[in-house]
Structures are given as structure tokens and as C-alpha cells.
Antibody, heavy 122, light 107 residues
Framework: EVQLVESGGGAIQPGGSLRLSCVVS????????MSWVRQAPGKGLEGLSL????????YYADSVKGRFTISRDNSKSTLYLQMNSLRAEDTAVYYC???????????????WGQGTMVSVSS | EIVLTQSPATLSVSPGERATLSCRAS??????LAWYQQKPGQAPRLLIY???TRATGIPARFSGSGSGTEFTLTIGSLQSEDFAVYYC?????????FGGGAKVEIK
């Protein structure tokens, strides 16, 4: 069974930093591109960042470019999202999602974790 | 950025009836269009990809159609477990974008 388990969320003040992790099991993690998607309370879905199977290619939404960094450790089957300079509008559930291909080109999200909540407030 | 517009925003349907949801893209996405189902407190679940291909384990009552800029998700005979929010999603171009969602509620 494929599992994606996020951790690292919590309450943080504006301007602070958090690092989210997503441990993946049940698949050969290094074969697939991975991503982070978020959902603000009561709102829709927003694709934030993608990383190719080997980490060579990364993509960011304009809303997080320059503040968030996606990375992966294939030896640990783990995806990361380093979030800096957090703002109130970053408050959301953050989902880790597996892509259905390797290079993050025209791949879609075929499996999702249960999400981790990030709340940015003073 | 490709904008996806879903309609209607809310659809009230009786169990056993058919539901049809629409998704319009601001520019062509070819067939790189997926549909997701999300229930309260849960992560989205992939239903359809490539505009019309059902994902693994998805019942045949879910069907997708369309290409270019106009797409449709049809649920053939609504079951109790189908009442949820549905999102369309394009993966033709970065940034990957989602529609605003369509809630299918019990009439």
C-alpha cells in the first residue's frame, strides 16, 4: 500500500520558518516526481511546487517563489518543503502529492497524503 | 496562468440521478485535464486523468469527456458516497492550476 505521511506543520508567527516533510512508502520513491499543494481554510487547491525524480528540476508558484524551497532525499524516500518568511496568507493545509511520472512534465497528482496544517498568525 | 472555471458552483441532485459538471479552460490544455473528488477533512482523490481515463479503482459511473478548453465530468447514478466537492485540474502548463470546485449536494 502506498502511503504519504506529512509532518512539520504547526502554528508560527509571521516572518517565521517551518520545514515540512513527507515520508513515502510502498513505491520506489526515486522513480517519481513529487509536489506540494495547499488548501487555505474553506478554499480551493493551489499547486505550490514540483520536483523531478532526481531533484534536477524544480518549479514554484509565483506566490511562494523566493520564499519556499522544495527538495528531496531519495535515500530516505522523503520530500521536503522549506518555508521562510511566512505570511498570514500562507495559512493552509499542505498536502504532499505523488506525480504519475518522473520529470514533472505533464504529470498529474495521482496520490496524496492527508495533509499537515500550517497556521501563520501573530 | 491558465484559469479553469467550473460550473455550476453547487449542484443539488437526488441519489440515483445523473450529475454533470463542467470545466472551461482559458486556453487549450489539449487533454491534460484531471478531475478530483474531495470529501470534508480528506485529501483529494484522483478520479479522471487525460480528460477521460478513469484512475485505478474508480467506478464506471464516473466518466470524463472533452478536449481543448471544454470538459465535462458525468456521474451516471449518484450514490451516497459521491456527495462531495469536485475539482478540475490542468497539467498542460506550469503553474498547474485547479478550478474553483463544484459541490454536489443532496437534493
Amino acid at each position: 500500500e502506498v502511503q504519504l505521511v506529512e509532518s512539520g506543520g504547526g502554528a508560527i508567527q509571521p516572518g517565521g520558518s517551518l520545514r515540512l516533510s513527507c515520508v513515502v512508502s510502498g513505491i520506489t520513491f526515486s522513480n517519481y516526481a513529487m509536489s506540494w499543494v495547499r488548501q487555505a481554510p474553506g478554499k480551493g487547491l493551489e499547486g505550490l511546487s514540483l520536483i523531478s525524480y532526481n531533484g534536477d528540476s524544480t518549479y514554484y508558484a509565483d506566490s511562494v517563489k523566493g520564499r519556499f524551497t522544495i527538495s528531496r532525499d531519495n535515500s530516505k524516500s522523503t520530500l521536503y518543503l522549506q518555508m521562510n518568511s511566512l505570511r498570514a496568507e500562507d495559512t493552509a493545509v499542505y498536502y504532499c502529492a505523488k506525480m504519475d511520472g518522473s520529470d514533472a512534465h505533464r504529470d498529474t497528482f495521482d496520490m496524496w497524503g492527508q495533509g499537515t496544517m500550517v497556521s501563520v498568525s501573530s | 496562468e491558465i484559469v479553469l472555471t467550473q460550473s455550476p458552483a453547487t449542484l443539488s441532485v437526488s441519489p440515483g440521478e445523473r450529475a454533470t459538471l463542467s470545466c472551461r479552460a482559458s486556453q487549450s490544455v489539449s487533454s491534460y485535464l484531471a478531475w478530483y473528488q474531495q470529501k470534508p477533512g480528506q485529501a483529494p482523490r484522483l478520479l479522471i486523468y487525460g480528460a477521460f481515463t478513469r484512475a485505478t479503482g474508480i467506478p464506471a459511473r464516473f466518466s470524463g469527456s472533452g478536449s481543448g478548453t471544454e470538459f465535462t465530468l458525468t456521474i451516471g447514478s449518484l450514490q451516497s458516497e459521491d456527495f462531495a466537492v469536485y475539482y478540475c485540474h490542468q497539467y498542460d502548463n506550469w503553474p498547474l492550476t485547479f478550478g474553483g470546485g463544484a459541490k454536489v449536494e443532496i437534493k
